[in-house]
């Protein structure tokens, strides 16, 4: 009797997973420029799924997703003369895109059950999670590969938003620009509008192959010794 009342508390303790997308996508409408169907690929299992480690990881990705679109909104808007509320608002966009790429990267290693690295977070580019992402969808992960260059651009850049925010822009013929260092010692210039249009992009695309990578293993889950029906 004792178990039967622990198995009801258990089951009576879970939540749909859905929850947690019903409000971004509501969200998400109201953004110009989001892309709406970037999730649809796992949507359908988190419709179904109940208190699921990876929903909460996936979720993630999409909120930050959003919130890159409206930062990238206000910045192409964006006419300001301090100094501080541009740094504000560059450094903000640079970061939301880099949570989202490293969430991503988060929800790949659990749905597709990555051994937890003692060195930290996987890169996407990194030749182990190629070679995974190849035997679960070749062309999910040629995609992914195909974006190695921003991914490494990406997270150069988001470091210089954490650590040198004052390096990150500058002002050219009163137009907002981003410095990209190379890390080699170089740099290369790029107006602010055009980045957040090319970073949006290349976001937007790496989430959804992301997604549909991962959903080949979330509607056919490994078998383990804990969902073989030995019957």
């Known amino acids: ?12 303790g879970k939540q749909s997973d859905w929850v947690l997308f019903e409000p971004l996508i509501s969200m998400g409408l109201q953004i110009e420029g989001f892309p709406d169907a ?3 690929s796992i949507f359908g299992y988190y419709r179904q799924s109940e208190s699921s480690p990876s929903a909460r990881l996936a979720a993630g990705v999409l909120t930050s997703c959003m919130f890159s679109y409206c930062a990238g909104l206000r910045i192409e808007s964006m006419n300001s003369e301090n100094d501080a509320e541009v740094s504000y608002e560059l450094s903000g966009f640079v970061l939301n895109v ?3 790429i490293e969430l991503l990267s988060d929800w790949l290693n659990e749905v597709l059950e990555v051994p937890k690295s003692r060195g930290g977070r996987r890169n996407l580019w990194s030749g182990e999670m190629q070679s995974r992402f190849a035997l679960i969808d070749v062309d999910s992960a040629k995609k992914i590969a195909e974006s190695e260059h921003w991914l490494k651009e990406m997270a150069n850049l988001s470091n210089c938003a954490r650590y040198e925010v004052s390096n990150l822009w500058k002002r050219v013929d009163d137009e907002l620009t981003y410095i990209l ?3 080699h010692g170089d ?6 509008k055009h980045l957040v249009h090319r970073y949006l992009t290349n976001m937007a695309q790496t989430i959804t192959a992301g997604f549909q990578l991962g959903s080949s293993r979330l ?5 383990t010794s804990a969902n073989v029906d030995w019957e």
């Open 1 to 12: 009797m004792a178990l039967n009342d622990a198995f009801r508390k258990v089951e009576a």
């Open 98 to 100: 880099a949570c989202a």
């Open 187 to 192: 740099s290369n210039e790029e107006s602010a």
């Open 181 to 183: 260092g190379s890390g």
């Open 38 to 40: 970037i999730g649809d």
């Open 219 to 223: 509607m056919n889950p490994r078998k």
